[in-house]
């Protein structure tokens, strides 16, 4: 199907440069924390909130490039069934609707878990991890 096609080849696109925002992350977190060491400098309450803040950002794309990468998959299977079977596709289309709820609600999910605060300490500035 030419328009499934089309939102793949979008979703590849966007997996890409997630990725290279990844590594920019993470190669920008090393390099700070490389600075702080080499320096010997002392990390203060708002440079550990900046740093963790940095990997929330790092765990988020990592997060984001998991839901694009199912929902590929399951587009994938989906325009490989349709190819071979009308019947079988109209099923897939419903499981394959049914699958991208299931990726939205675990993208969700983990924005939720990685967002550094509990969804209960609306009250607290601070940062909580697990």
Excluded: P, W
Excluded at 62 to 79: H, Y
């Amino acid at each position: 199907m030419l328009i499934l096609d089309s939102i793949d080849s979008l979703l590849e696109h966007i997996e890409v440069v997630q990725k290279d925002v990844t590594s920019l992350s993470s190669d920008s977190l090393l390099k700070i924390s490389a600075y702080i060491e080499k320096h010997q400098l002392e990390v203060d309450d708002d440079i550990a909130a900046a740093l963790q803040y940095q990997d929330i950002i790092t765990q988020q794309l990592s997060a984001t490039i998991e839901a694009i990468e199912s929902m590929r998959k399951s587009i994938n299977k989906f325009s490989h069934t349709f190819q071979s079977d009308e019947h079988l596709a109209q099923d897939g289309m419903q499981k394959l609707q049914e699958k991208l709820n299931t990726t939205l609600a675990e993208a969700k999910d983990k924005k939720n878990r990685f967002s550094g605060k509990t969804s209960c300490d609306e009250v607290s500035d601070e940062i909580e991890f697990f």
